[in-house]
């Protein structure tokens, strides 16, 4: 842990902790017992409890006892006894005497004093918190008026929530569940709830794993990250049905909840990285499981009533931590050097910290993640007098403006520090304070606050721009447009003449509901529009039109009645005859004379003696028909005006005699039925089939 130990050579000599009694509420593991052994090497008393009834590492604890320190803590304790190891720590000093420090992972220690110890909390100089929820409940505090102690968000620091929280989950977040289920990830499906600095470390964990990944999350922003990043973002009761395994990341309260249970897969893997345990309902599916069996430590398999089973890891409470070890060392050390500057901050410069949430600057993230590298390999390019000059930027750093943060903070925007009167004003590191000396004092209020730095609008924005320390101007508030009318309606409204007019009374007539035509009213048109103007009577209201006598107006139309002499004269008159002829003008088809085939099968039934007298007769008129037609086409061609008949008479101008004409339509009735039958059993289909695929 190179952060921790850098520290040590850098303060310790001068013990700037020297005299301060910090009680400790984090996680009781061999990295947090490396920070132990840096408070107390820096000069200070220091009693520990576990912040999370699973996590404790027995052999850790049992380490630092050895040494001295007061450790209240060990795996798998009751709730009952949870509280009684934070209480120990309270008052657990030499010489019984009480607390003045705290550092704390959740807020459980520092709700503790507040409610049953306010006595202690005029000794105390101040708090760091760790984590975000613990972060959450200090804001809360504080805008409800309940914290009365100076504050640090040690989480919210570049070097804690971008490395711990989202390197540290993307790592032991696999280790827990495979060293619980040592099931294989590839090629199930899970849920991350939220997408925070954990979720997104969960998330590119399960992925990388092989695993399909589903993202519930309330906040917009952080839905299109995750759904940038090529995650399918839903929500939880669509989510439920499909996947094998869940993980809650959020911090808050009824995640996986009663209704959702049912619907899991059989032998779904349920598990809270989060903090707490209320992110999953486990009080209700140990109440309503119809049977539990404990696989191994912090390991239960769930029966519902429909037969599934769920398998539940650590109780639903910090999977990481209660069926493996956390966080790696290395990431670690990022966090818990801020929490020990946090420390040294409150207690030797607490004058520069009013009752608040305040935060670290950018110079003290920049040494920590510089205190880091050297472990990697990593060097650095320095810049020139000339580039540092270019950019406005010191030669040293920090080379971000203090507005710089990770953008998962939602409970703020900038880098802002809430003060008591629940206010908010902006960071500034410009004054004549030095930063931390080598002899330990500090003098240096690590946030100074002014208001000349709006926040910008842009939090996402990142560039080499953006490292400028600019100057942001607010736009200045438009002025609010008020009518003119206002008052005028505001009266109007009160009389109850016209609710939410803005103009007053209608100054012209406005037909009323009935000023339309109706049905069965006929041509009848009402026009109330036309009658005299409106007139205002004593009382303001408006006088309706009055009612207009005499006969309605009637639109111009025709008289004719057409229903009497067209209709009914064409279907009780007779059929009129058709005329003897043809026009000249027509431009008729040429459909020639009675077909030759006709003729034909006219002759051969004759011949063969099996048509009827009737046939026969027709037979012979029609020849003898088509013979006459013939001597009257040679006799009219001598002349011109019979060349025209024998013209007409070719093209089929001129109409056929009756008998020829009947005949013809008698062959085509004769076959009617028929065709009317073959038609009616049609497919309806038929017509609506392509003509290509008919061929």
Same mark, same amino acid.
């Given at each position: 842990?190179?952060?921790?130990?850098?520290?040590?050579?850098?303060?310790?000599?001068?013990?700037p902790l020297a005299g301060s009694r910090i009680a400790g509420c984090l996680h009781m593991t061999i990295q947090t017992a490396?920070?132990?052994?840096? #408070?107390?090497? #820096?000069? $200070?008393?220091?009693?520990? %409890? %576990?912040c999370n009834i699973f996590s404790t590492?027995?052999?850790a604890a049992a380490a630092i006892a050895a040494t001295g320190v007061s450790v209240f803590a060990w795996k798998g304790e009751t709730d009952e006894e949870y509280e009684w190891c934070i209480e120990q720590t309270i008052k657990g000093f030499e010489g019984n005497k009480p607390l003045n420090m705290i550092l704390d992972d959740g807020g459980d220690l520092t709700q503790i004093v507040h409610k049953k110890y306010p006595?202690? #909390?005029?000794?105390?100089?101040?708090? %760091?918190e760790e984590t975000t929820t613990g972060v959450h409940n200090l804001y809360k505090m504080l805008k409800n008026g309940e914290l009365k102690i100076p504050a640090i968000n040690v989480n919210d620091s570049v070097t804690k929530s971008k490395f711990d929280n989202l390197y540290g989950c993307r790592e032991s977040l696999i280790d827990g569940i495979k060293r619980a289920t040592d099931v294989m990830i590839a090629g199930k499906v899970s849920v991350v709830a939220g997408y925070g600095d954990v979720g997104k470390g969960c998330a590119a964990a399960l992925k990388g794993m092989g695993s399909r990944v589903i993202v519930t999350e309330i906040d917009p922003i952080n839905a299109l990250q995750a759904t940038m990043e090529g995650y399918e973002v839903t929500t939880m009761e669509e989510a439920v049905k499909e996947a094998n395994i869940f993980v809650t990341t959020t911090g808050c309260r009824d995640i996986i909840t009663a209704a959702h249970f049912p619907e899991m897969k059989d032998d779904a893997i349920v598990c809270n990285i989060g903090h707490f345990d209320i992110e999953?309902?486990?009080?209700? #599916?140990? $109440?309503?499981? $119809?049977?539990?069996?404990?696989?191994?430590?912090?390991?239960?398999r769930f029966t519902m009533s429909n037969g599934r089973h769920i398998i539940l890891l650590a109780e639903g409470r910090l999977v990481n931590l209660g069926c493996a070890t956390g966080h790696p060392s290395f990431v670690m050390s990022n966090s818990f050097t801020n929490q020990v500057l946090a420390q040294i901050a409150l207690w030797t410069d607490s004058k520069s910290y009013p009752l608040g949430v305040h935060l670290l600057p950018k110079k003290l993230d920049e040494e920590v993640a510089a205190a880091h590298l050297g472990k990697l390999g990593v060097k650095l390019t320095k810049m020139s007098n000339v580039q540092a000059s270019y950019l406005g930027l010191p030669h040293e750093g920090p080379y971000k403006m203090d507005t710089y943060l990770p953008i998962e903070n939602n409970y703020m925007t900038g880098q802002r520090v809430a003060t008591a009167d629940h206010g908010e004003t902006i960071n500034d590191l410009e004054g004549d304070h030095q930063p931390l000396s080598a002899d330990g004092t500090l003098t240096t209020p690590l946030l100074k606050i002014t208001k000349?730095?709006?926040?910008p609008a842009d939090p996402f924005h990142e560039s080499v721009y953006s490292l400028i320390p600019l100057e942001y101007e607010s736009p200045a508030k438009q002025k609010q447009y008020r009518s003119k009318f206002a008052d005028q309606a505001r009266r109007e409204y009160r009389t109850g003449l016209k609710p939410a007019a803005s103009m007053g009374p209608a100054k012209v007539f406005v037909n009323g509901t009935d000023g339309f035509l109706k049905k069965n009213d006929g041509l009848k048109l009402k026009d109330e529009a036309r009658d005299k103007e409106t007139v205002y009577l004593p009382d303001r209201t408006v006088r309706k039109a009055s009612v207009p006598?005499?006969?309605?107006?009637?639109?111009? $139309?025709?008289?004719?009645?057409f229903i009497k002499q067209n209709a009914l004269e064409n279907i009780n008159s007779s059929a009129k005859k058709p005329h003897d002829y043809t026009p000249a003008y027509r431009f008729k088809r040429n459909y020639g004379r009675t077909p030759t085939y006709i003729l034909k099968r006219e002759q051969s039934q004759t011949e063969s003696g099996n048509s009827n007298d009737i046939n026969n007769s027709n037979s012979n008129s029609n020849n003898s028909m088509f013979k006459m037609h013939e001597m009257e086409a040679l006799l009219m061609e001598t002349t011109s005006e019979g060349k025209k008949q024998a013209q007409m008479l070719k093209d089929g101008l001129l109409p056929l005699p009756e008998r020829e004409r009947a005949k013809i339509l008698e062959g085509l009735k004769a076959n009617w039925e028929k065709l009317n039958s073959d038609y009616q059993k049609l497919s309806l289909t038929v017509d609506t089939v392509p003509k290509i695929a008919r061929i």
């Open positions: 842990m190179p952060g921790l130990v850098s520290l040590r050579e850098k303060y310790g000599p001068s013990k490396v920070l132990i052994e840096t #408070l107390t090497a #820096l000069g $200070a008393e220091v009693t520990w %409890s %576990s590492q027995d052999h006595e202690l #909390l005029a000794g105390i100089r101040g708090v %760091s999953i309902d486990v009080a209700w #599916l140990k $109440a309503n499981a $119809a049977k539990k069996v404990n696989i191994k430590p912090q390991v239960d000349t730095h709006p926040t006598k005499g006969p309605p107006v009637i639109i111009d $139309a025709s008289k004719k009645d």
